[in-house]
């Protein structure tokens, strides 16, 4: 059985610290235990310290006391998108993503033209694919690149940022793509930006647009995306697993792309 090996491996994903900088929906806490703290749990436990191994510090531990789903690198599950689909049928959690979907053939979308809070549109994705070459197929991974990811750790992120249609999101899904990510906080455009546009238009039609297609057509989506930039357009592997959290609307997943260049 043959192998190859990839040249180099990516890591797409945000790492994952105890910052009290973000807003409050997405702040991280965890707490980082001594070494010591065990030495005494074992000498409860009965162990006397006598008796203890003369290299035995203690184990590290750390507890993560506060983490939203939603609060990382992440997978959204359909059920995320709401309840049930347009026939009344109840939607996935993330625990039941098919494995078979987490790993396929990468193709990176160039969105960094899109100004702020200019949405992007089928022309926009044709326009890509025809300038990369890059072919989409059954199976494939559609990683949207709109370099936001620089604004990761500030209190501005959730607030930058363009974001795909509807249009556009069911234009990946009629092409064989049922997974897809994005390097900026949500798939959308920025809520603030959502809420003033429905409300000039007194239209509500637009608002979260690219989230609700997947309540008629189920798909998996990618947020908080990092590093898009160096990545080819297409040529290399992506690995998206989510953590195994039963009945959840989405996990934090570790994001790696293989390349064999």
Known sequence: MSHIAPSRILDLSKEIFDNREDPFFMRVRIRHHAHARARWLIRLLGLPFKLFPSDFAGWADDTITRMGVHSTTHVDAPWHYGPTDARGRRLPAIHEMPLALCFGPGVVFDMTHKVQGEEIHVEDMERSLAVSGAQLQPGSIALIRTGRDRYQGTRQY???????????????????????????????????????????????????????????????????????????????????????????SAAPARVVAFLYD
Request: glycine share 12%; with cysteine.
């Open 158 to 248: 959730w607030k930058m940022g363009t974001g795909m249609s509807g249009a556009a999101t069911e234009w990946l899904i009629e092409r064989g793509v049922q997974v897809m990510g994005i390097d900026q906080w949500g798939w959308d455009l920025p809520f603030h930006t959502q809420i003033a546009k429905a409300r000039l238009n007194r239209d509500g039609s637009s608002f979260w647009q690219g989230h609700l297609v997947g309540r008629r057509r189920p798909y998996w989506q990618m947020e908080q995306l990092c590093g898009l930039d160096q990545l080819p357009a297409h040529g290399f592997d992506v690995a998206v697993f989510p953590l195994r959290l039963r009945n959840a």
